[in-house]
């Protein structure tokens, strides 16, 4: 799967910005959508997650801020981001989960990330 993530850029606290994740390539192998996230000097986190039955999953420290959502017809993914603070500057990564690795985990094909800055 091929994914091409858009929408990142500069926004002043408290604004909103929107990403887009379009999917191309073996969709159908694709059990769920991920939002990652990665800060200069940190791992790689999980922001939100969408199944292919479209139940949605958001790490605690969005919830209430974050919406995940999904256009089927277009194979893509969407992350709705209001209320930003400056601890969201990081660079988002869009993942499709396509089938278990060997240890019985999700493989994730990745698209590049697209760099979001929240300006205090």
């Known amino acids: 799967v091929q994914l091409q993530a858009s929408g990142g850029g500069l926004v002043q606290t408290g604004g909103s910005l929107g990403l887009s994740c379009a999917a191309s390539?073996?969709?159908?192998?694709?059990?769920?959508m991920n939002w990652y996230r990665q800060a200069p000097g940190k791992e790689r986190e999980l922001v939100a997650r969408i199944t292919s039955g479209g139940r949605k999953n958001y790490a605690d420290f969005v919830k209430g801020r974050f919406t995940i959502s999904r256009d089927t017809a277009k194979n893509t993914v969407y992350l709705q981001m209001n209320s930003l603070k400056p601890e969201d500057t990081a660079v988002y990564y869009c993942g499709a989960e396509v089938g278990l690795d060997y240890d019985g985990r999700p493989y994730v094909d990745w698209g590049q990330g697209t760099q979001v800055t929240v300006s205090s």
């Open positions: 390539g073996s969709t159908f192998s694709i059990d769920a």
